[in-house]
């Protein structure tokens, strides 16, 4: 009687391991699955090759007029020649460098924010809400300090995209945060009515009758011959609209805080505006991140609507270009790139709130 | 019992100033009041600039003529009719876009919704791959796209893409045969009407049955063939009263049939990719809030995964879902004003646009169409009230 | 109580404040305050008022405006564009967001009338017409009978469309854009057979074509188009000074003065309309602008005759005959009253 000597443990099966297993794991565990599979890759083979094709392969990519266009794909030459006035529109070409300075800034003051090491978060904070929005206006306005005037009509591009993001983004968070506290003042019935019937009024119309009003019809309700500038007025609207939004999703925040909050502060002997803003808010807003991210996204994305009213953001000079003599028929070539723009942008603060989202997951949630 | 008298005499009053009540009423009594003045002081100076530069004021420019045309329209309109039909034509015809838009948005969002979270690795990513691109990019710029750079490259009409001889798709549109009713159409009606009372009737006492005694009655199978069979039996009974009418080529354009315009197309292609994109992430979160033991307990008492899905996981996560879809709904009405830029005849681009600048009457169109857009948003607004409290749950 | 009373005070004061009148006639004065005309035009049609690829903005339209600037401030560049759609361009005059609306606009007389707007004068005689793509084979406006027409909104070509094509009992279906430019690319791909609007325009609107060749204007013109710069209603001395501004160019072309001449015919000419023209003989004519306005606007900005060919006749891609708008004395339609 000889033993049987131990056979080795038998590998798994080659179709549960390795890429193999892998996809019948997840591509192809049931016949409906199996379907739906080939179904998607039908879908992506039907999308993919032409656009690649499209775009990449048949493209052109280098010349200066729409003559050096003669291959089948897209004409990227076209957005290579405008590219100055897709960024900065009728921004004189010598006095770029002060767009370029302004967001140099911007991303100087904004990236140390990010680093969680930097100490004196707290004052930069102070400065980039307080000083730069002086020294940017007046870096892009000029007139003063030896630098040449350059008048708001001659804005545009991508820099106008972003100084109405911006500018809607700042002034639309602070009025926002007031709207709501408003809106919570139940021992101030006529206040908070006040507010909910602002709210309920700026939520219900669409944006464009909205920039319509403060482009047009603004003037109908000053006294003659006051006036101020047409970019000034569109941002006012949009920041006006942003913030009804903005307040109720700061409304939920403050929903979310529960009693014992406010009953501690007050028993600590802080006042309302104390312990609103020590208490509070810090708590509240860090509820809401990803909704105030989402409301910012889309004020970005809404900043396209100004071409309506003629100003030329990024959108309405890629408008103004379709229409060039000389460049007939891109026009999908600048509405592909204007999407890769914005998709970058709204992409980039979505994955930021979610991350943000995450990292934040660890707070109080019951 | 003598009373507590206390050492120092009753409290002190807080002076007024650090009275809250007081301070509330002040603070109250000054917004107001700084809100009144602004309001007075821009009523003021709108009715003054009115009347110094003479432009016409008041609501009876509504009953005059119009004078120009329009290419879509619901309602019989042309060009002798008022300014007050043009408001109803637009009106129509941004609840139209609005309304088909917000049936595409959501039979699409939740196809990709479930999809994303699809247990199949492919299906799953496609459905993530679209929400991401879709909703990243400004709806205005979709619009633009769609309408310039795709419907208007189709061919013109006498290179008609086409489906047999009856629909054809030019960069004039999409032309559809249009049927004609006979004179035994009645009673295909009178069918139709009969047959899904019959399938009310039947789930009703379905259902009582089941309470009942626990049997199920395939309710779906039986009053989808009531509505195919009874309908299409009185069709053949009464003579086929119904002739299709395709569309022909004559002159310069299709006529005959019923034609879809590019620019309603466009509009609606934009507008329901773009919302579907965000229903998709509603019915994610709804689903996904559904917790795991749900699903547990649904597969232990024996639903197979489709059951388990309509019984159990998707009541549930309506409650999650309908308020942020409603507000979703609510957007896409919105959005369809920027049909301005293609020039689909909606509210905005008609009456806020051709009629104001026929008539110059800007103020009062501009109050007539935020109001429409009010009273739609406030009544989705009531809708959602009364369904989250209809919907709240009810513990024990 | 005491709310009562403090709440009514308040209404009161605010009523008060509210009630301080603003005169008719300011927007002279406005104009003067900020140093610059703010001027309503064309978002973009070549020849009357588009931006170069510079920015800077050309054309008959933008040239009227600059003559304004030249009358009140001696520089004819102290001017600011606003562009505007046809829909938007009476809400921004009326409202004063602008202080001129020169944007190629039809002289009606719903428009005095209604809309709180003056016309000051005819910068060209216009007529609606009809462009077809040449492959149609269309010769004739009436053999349009089912077209789809290309149009923009809230023009009075809207509505001439629509009386035309009733009048001859045609049909058709109309496509309407906001701007000049959606329209011309929409007729370019083909969703319209025709494209109405006046004719100045449609040859404008040709050039922006890619073959501007394959489309053809229509002989018929089918309605009486004058354009002309117009301002708020009520206030006679800014009506009267943009108004003058515009004659003092045609007055100058009848005379014979010139940009290039007119420093030599200041000094040297002997014809009293010249000596009173240009301010060498001053009369009080009251405008509120400088005796020499006149010489400014020559001197700046060019006579009527220069204008014209400048921006739409022959020194321009778009090739337009004087036709209406030549001198009354030639046959045309221009002519000014007389500067005494």
New interface residues.
């Given amino acids: 009687m000889a033993a049987v000597p131990r056979q080795p443990d038998l590998p798994p099966p080659a179709a549960a391991t390795g890429a193999l297993g892998w996809v019948r794991r997840?591509?192809f565990?049931s016949p409906l699955?199996g379907a739906?599979?080939l179904l998607?890759?039908y879908?992506?083979y039907l999308v993919v090759p032409p656009f690649v094709e499209w775009a990449i392969l048949k493209a052109d990519w280098s010349g200066t007029t729409a003559k050096d266009c003669s291959r089948a794909g897209a004409c990227w030459v076209f957005i290579g020649v405008r590219l100055n006035q897709f960024f900065y529109g009728f921004y004189p070409v010598a006095e770029q460098w002060r767009v370029n300075t302004c967001l140099a800034l911007l991303v100087a003051f904004v990236v140390p924010l990010f680093i969680k090491r930097f100490a004196l978060k707290q004052w930069l904070g102070a400065v980039l809400l307080v000083v730069y929005p002086v020294v940017a206006f007046h870096l892009l306005v000029g007139g003063h300090f030896g630098l040449a005037h350059v008048e708001t009509s001659k804005w545009g591009g991508l820099s106008l995209t972003l100084v109405i993001a911006i500018v809607g983004m700042v002034a639309a968070l602070p009025l926002g945060i007031l709207l709501a506290l408003g809106r919570r003042a139940t021992?101030?019935?006529?206040?908070k009515a006040?507010c909910v019937a602002f709210i309920?009024?700026w939520?219900?119309?669409?944006?464009?009758?909205v920039l319509?009003?403060s482009s047009?019809?603004l003037p109908?309700?000053?006294?003659?011959g006051m006036n101020f500038d047409k970019l000034l007025r569109a941002l006012i609207g949009v920041a006006l609209f942003e913030a009804a939004y903005m307040a109720e999703v700061v409304r939920g925040g403050l929903q979310g805080i529960p009693k014992g909050q406010f009953e501690a502060a007050a028993a600590l002997g802080l006042g309302f505006w104390r312990s609103t803003i020590l208490v509070i808010l810090p708590q509240a807003l860090k509820l809401v991140i990803p909704g105030i991210v989402n409301t910012f996204?889309a004020l970005f994305?809404?900043?396209?609507?100004v071409?309506?009213i003629g100003l030329f953001d990024l959108?309405g000079s890629i408008?103004a270009a379709?229409s060039d003599t000389n460049w007939l028929g891109f026009?999908?070539e600048g509405?592909v790139f204007?999407?890769c723009v914005?998709?970058v942008f709204?992409?980039g603060m979505?994955r930021y709130s979610q991350w943000l989202e995450r990292k934040l997951h660890t707070g109080h949630r019951r | 019992m003598s009373q507590m008298t206390q050492p120092g005499g009753p409290p002190k009053r807080p002076p007024p100033w650090n009275d809250?009540r007081v301070r509330?009423?002040t603070?109250?009594?000054l917004?107001?009041?700084g809100?009144?003045?602004v309001g007075?002081?821009?009523?003021?100076?709108?009715l003054?600039?009115?009347a110094?530069?003479?432009?016409?004021t008041g609501f009876g420019f509504l009953d005059n003529r119009a004078?120009?045309?329009?290419?879509q329209s619901l309602v019989h309109y042309d060009?002798s009719s008022s300014y007050g039909r043009t408001f109803v034509v637009g009106l129509l015809n941004t609840l139209l876009v609005s309304g088909l838009g917000i049936v595409f948005a959501t039979i699409l969002g939740f196809v990709i919704g479930v999809a994303r979270l699809?247990?199949?690795?492919?299906?799953s990513r496609?459905a993530a791959a679209y929400i991401?691109?879709f909703?990243?990019?400004?709806?205005?710029?979709q619009i633009?796209?769609w309408y310039?750079?795709v419907f208007?490259?189709l061919p013109?009409p006498s290179e008609a893409l086409r489906v047999g001889d009856s629909v054809f798709l030019t960069?004039?549109g999409l032309y559809l045969p249009r049927p004609e009713f006979g004179d035994g159409f009645g009673w295909v009606a009178l069918a139709i009407v009969a047959a899904l009372a019959a399938s009310a009737a039947l789930a009703r006492w379905a259902r009582a049955r089941q309470e009942r005694t626990g049997e199920r009655f395939p309710v779906f199978a039986a009053s989808a063939g009531l509505v195919v069979v009874l309908p299409l039996a009185a069709y053949l009974l009464a003579g086929r009263p119904v002739t299709l009418h395709s569309p022909e080529l004559?002159?310069?354009?299709f006529?005959g049939g019923v034609s879809v315009i590019?620019?309603l197309a466009a509009l609606l292609m934009a507008l329901s990719i773009y919302t579907a994109a965000f229903i998709a992430e509603t019915v994610r979160a709804g689903i996904l809030s559904v917790s795991h033991g749900q699903t547990e307990a649904a597969s232990a008492l024996g639903l197979r995964p489709g059951w388990t899905l309509r019984l159990v996981i998707i009541p549930q996560a309506m409650r999650v879902t309908i308020p942020p879809l409603t507000s979703q709904y609510l957007n896409l009405t919105?959005?369809s004003?920027?049909a301005?830029?293609?020039?689909y005849?909606d509210l905005?681009?008609l009456f806020?646009?051709?009629t104001?600048?026929?008539?110059?009457q800007?103020?009062e169109v501009?109050a007539m169409?935020?109001a429409v857009?009010?009273a739609?948003?406030?009544a989705i607004?009531l809708f959602m009230n009364w369904f989250n409290a209809r919907m709240a749950l009810v513990e024990r | 109580m005491k709310?009562r009373t403090?709440?009514s005070a308040?209404?009161v004061?605010?009523?008060a404040?509210?009630?301080v009148p603003?005169h008719?006639g300011a927007t002279f004065e406005a104009v003067k305050k900020k140093g610059f005309v703010q001027c309503g035009v064309n978002s973009g049609l070549p020849g009357f008022s588009a931006p170069d690829e510079k920015g800077v903005w050309k054309g008959i339209d933008v040239d009227v405006c600059r003559a304004v600037a030249a009358a009140v401030f001696g520089d004819a560049n102290k001017v600011k564009y606003t562009p505007l759609t046809?829909?938007?361009?009476?809400?921004a005059l009326?409202?004063?967001e602008i202080d001129i609306l020169s944007r190629n606009t039809t002289w009606t007389v719903t428009?005095d009338g209604?809309?709180?707007?003056s016309f000051t004068g005819i910068t060209y005689y216009d007529g609606q017409g009809f462009l077809v793509k040449k492959k149609?084979g269309v010769k004739s406006a009436l053999k349009?009978?089912?077209?789809?027409v290309c149009v923009q909104?809230?023009?009075t070509t809207?509505?001439n469309?629509?009386?035309y094509f009733?009048l001859h009992k045609m049909k058709?279906?109309?496509?309407?854009?906001?701007t000049a430019d959606?329209t011309v690319?929409?007729f370019e791909?083909?969703?319209c057979?025709v494209l109405t609007s006046d004719q100045s325009q449609l040859y404008a609107l040709r050039s922006k074509l890619a073959k501007p060749d394959s489309a053809v204007v229509l002989p018929e013109i089918i309605s009486k188009e004058p354009l002309g710069p117009a301002v708020?209603?009520?206030d006679v001395e800014w009506f009267n000074i943009v108004r003058w501004s515009l004659f003092a160019m045609i007055d100058a072309e009848d005379l014979g003065v010139t940009s290039t001449n007119v420093d030599q015919m200041k000094s040297s000419s002997k014809n009293p309309d010249v000596k009173r023209l240009l301010g060498v003989d001053v009369i009080k004519h009251g405008l509120g602008v400088p005796d020499d306005f006149a010489y400014k606007i020559i001197r700046l900005v060019g006579n009527y005759s220069e204008v014209f060919e400048r921006n739409v006749g022959a020194g321009s891609a778009l090739k337009i005959a004087r036709g209406q708008n030549a001198l009354w004395t030639k046959g045309g339609l221009q002519y000014a009253p007389p500067f005494r």
């Avoid at chain 1, 939520?203 to 009758?209: A, E, K």
């Avoid at chain 2, 110094?52 to 016409?56: A, D, E, M």
């Avoid at chain 3, 058709?172 to 906001?178: E, G, I, M, T």
Wanted: with cysteine; proline share 4%.
């Fill in positions: 997840n591509l565990d699955n739906l599979t998607a890759v879908l992506l021992n101030m019935p006529v206040l006040l309920e009024l939520r219900g119309v669409p944006l464009i009758t319509f009003m047009v019809m109908f309700f000053l006294p003659e996204i994305k809404d900043t396209s609507l071409l309506i959108l408008q379709n026009s999908t509405y204007a999407a914005y998709w709204c992409f979505s | 809250p509330a009423i603070f109250q009594v917004v107001s009041a809100v009144i003045a007075v002081y821009l009523v003021h100076n709108l003054h600039n009115l110094v530069r003479g432009i016409s004078g120009f045309a329009i290419n060009e699809s247990r199949n690795w492919l299906v496609l991401e691109t909703r990243n990019i400004p709806l205005l710029l633009l796209f310039f750079a208007l490259n013109p960069l004039r004559e002159g310069f354009n006529s590019p620019e919105k959005n004003s920027l301005t830029a293609i020039g005849p905005v681009s806020a646009g051709t104001l600048n026929q008539t110059g800007a103020v501009m169409t935020m857009y009010l739609i948003s406030l607004s | 709310v403090l709440l308040i209404c004061s605010a009523l404040l509210a009630a603003a008719a046809a829909k938007e361009r009476f809400t009326q409202s004063g428009r209604g809309l709180g707007i149609l349009l009978s089912g077209a789809t909104s809230g023009t809207e509505l469309l629509a009386d009733g058709f279906k109309p496509v309407v854009y906001d959606e690319k929409s791909a083909g969703r057979d708020r209603q009520g």
